[in-house]
């Protein structure tokens, strides 16, 4: 007997060096003892043994437990759903939290059923450290799939993500009730590719954060991801697709008042609506909105800077005696800081240039005022090179290109061609519509 009871007490002593305290319950009579008492427990006169430890460790409870663990805790120790449970299985765990000095301790409760079937052992262990460690590495995980959803570069999700959400609406499409709606609105930052040739790529990121920002201020309740280099889609529900028109018009708008201001991005957009009796994917939607916007970059492209003041008649308008004084004080300006070379400046809204005294005498020019003039210098410029100067000159206007050298023939005078290094440029008024339009040349 005395063999059989030092046995128990090494088994015992055991088990108590794995948790932070262990209880040895008789079930008949509820006698308790605690072997290795918890120092967590210290001042709260929790006794180490008893007579009854069902009920006593109900009724002690409420002094260390969790008010929101509390229900949990006294139904854990309830004779009757203890054995209950012991009877299925011959152990039984559960994690409840203890507020002990101000702090929250997750605690894991551990009951067994020894082989006499007359003792239960319950365990008590702090694994707080294992409970902070777990929020740590679910932390790190949650982060990593988010990382793995999001574009880096603008912070919005990503190609894989959009793939996830395209897979989740091509499951609501087979399942929905025909109630379901969306919308796709596919969109591409025009001419980043020549941002990134003449500007270097930093400056072709900064285009792509500030389409981000745009299409996001825009669409601002719609799921917006980054597929490509320059693509951009968004899935419009709610209240964006109840306002998808004013919406794709209002990015349509800012990208017209960017492009002629060379402020802001330039975005081709287009939309495609989700027919459910003709639609039976995501990527049918997908497509078709990829298409309206390609036709959008073909129109965008096509529209000269000039064409914003195509419904003037400048002949029928003509230039005012405030608009002249502007353009002769501009023009004084740029001809002062030029300091050397030819230099010309256009009001656009009338068509009215000024050019460089020197320049007219060189090239025999009309004036140094003149309407319409871009057409009387296209005059002077040699036949192989118009086709340069033309391409040029719309680039500059359509705003398609970074203002960049021209390089041309023009005949001067006396028939001889000179050797033309041309800058153009444009300035916009305040509201960013462009205003005027001029050059500076210098031959050799």
């Known amino acids: 007997m005395k063999e059989n009871q030092e046995a128990l007490n090494q088994i015992a002593l055991t088990l108590a060096h794995h948790f932070d305290s262990l209880y040895y319950v008789d079930i008949k009579s509820g006698n308790y003892y605690e072997y290795m008492p918890n120092t967590l427990f210290e001042g709260l006169n929790i006794p180490s043994h008893g007579e009854d430890f069902f009920t006593e460790s109900q009724q002690n409870a409420p002094k260390c437990v969790h008010p929101d663990d509390l229900e949990l805790v006294i139904k854990l120790h309830d004779k009757s759903a203890m054995l209950s449970r012991l009877s299925k299985d011959k152990s039984y765990s559960a994690v409840y939290r203890l507020i002990l000095n101000g702090n929250i301790i997750h605690m894991r409760h551990f009951e ?219 023009f004084g300006a740029l001809y002062t800081v030029i300091g050397e070379g030819y230099v010309y400046l256009n009001d656009l809204k009338h068509d009215f240039s000024r050019w460089s005294l020197p320049l007219v005498d060189d090239f025999g020019m009309q004036s140094e005022y003149m309407y319409h003039a871009d057409k009387c210098w296209q005059e002077h410029i040699h036949p192989d090179d118009m086709k340069i100067y033309r391409e040029a000159i719309d680039a500059v206007l359509c705003g398609n290109a970074e203002v960049r050298p021209i390089l041309y023939r023009a005949r001067r005078t006396d028939g001889t061609y000179a050797v033309c290094h041309t800058r153009g440029f444009v300035l916009s008024d305040k509201d960013g519509n462009p205003e005027y339009f001029g050059g500076i040349i210098v031959t050799e």
């Open 112 to 330: 067994i059923m020894c082989e006499d079937q007359m003792h239960i052992i319950c365990c008590l262990e702090n694994i707080e450290e294992e409970f902070r460690k777990k929020e740590e590495q679910e932390r790190d995980l949650q982060s990593a799939r988010r990382m793995a959803r999001m574009d880096a570069l603008t912070g919005i999700r990503n190609k894989n993500a959009f793939n996830e959400y395209a897979a989740a609406i091509n499951a609501k499409i087979d399942f929905v009730s025909e109630n379901y709606h969306f919308a796709v609105i596919m969109c591409d930052v025009n001419d980043l590719k020549k941002i990134n040739d003449t500007r270097g790529h930093s400056f072709g990121d900064e285009a792509i954060q500030r389409t981000s920002r745009l299409i996001c201020d825009i669409f601002d309740h719609s799921p917006v991801f980054r597929v490509g280099g320059d693509e951009f889609v968004v899935v419009l529900d709610g209240r964006d697709y109840d306002m998808r028109e004013q919406l794709l018009e209002k990015l349509r708008e800012e990208s017209v008042a960017n492009k002629l201001s060379r402020s802001g991005p330039v975005v081709a957009c287009g939309m495609a609506v989700y027919d459910r009796n003709t639609d039976d994917s995501f990527n049918s939607v997908y497509q078709r909105a990829d298409k309206q916007m390609y036709k959008h970059k073909n129109e965008l492209k096509s529209t000269k800077i000039v064409d914003y003041f195509m419904g003037m008649n400048s002949m029928d308008v003509p230039i005012t005696a405030e608009r002249k004084r502007i353009l002769d004080s501009l």
